[in-house]
Nanobody, 118 residues
Framework: VQLVESGGGLAQPGGSLRLSCAASGVSVFSFVTYTISWYRQAPGNERELVEQ????????NYADSVKGRFTISRDNAKKTVFLQMNSLKSEDTAVYYC?????????WGQGTQVTVSS
């Protein structure tokens, strides 16, 4: 499965962005079996798991710093996963990556830059 992220850019503190992760090279029937995750990596930091959504649509928020502000969702018919980011903070600045996993394989997108600054 190939993944392409989009929707990153510059946002002001308190603003919003919506990231998209579009999958290709896989049927809808197969896409629904993948767990999709959003990670982020800021300069000098390790890659951090932000949110994850399972094949059934259940989601698990892993980063305490984004609870109540970020929401992950998926549109299986469009083979796309979204990350709605509200109330952005400067510390959200990072490259955001989506990842698709169906054990034992994992695929990564190329990342999209999110910069939060006034």
């Amino acid at each position: 499965v190939q993944l392409v992220e989009s929707g990153g850019g510059l946002a002001q503190p308190g603003g919003s962005l919506r990231l998209s992760c579009a999958a290709s090279g896989v049927s809808v029937f197969s896409f629904v079996t993948y767990t999709i995750s959003w990670y982020r990596q800021a300069p000098g930091n390790e890659r951090e798991l932000v949110e994850q959504i399972g094949s059934s649509g259940g989601n698990t928020n892993y980063a305490d710093s984004v609870k109540g502000r970020f929401t992950i969702s998926r549109d299986n018919a469009k083979k796309t996963v979204f990350l709605q980011m509200n109330s952005l903070k400067s510390e959200d600045t990072a490259v955001y990556y989506c990842s698709a996993s169906r054990l034992p394989k994992r695929s990564w997108g190329q990342g999209t830059q999110v910069t939060v600054s006034s």
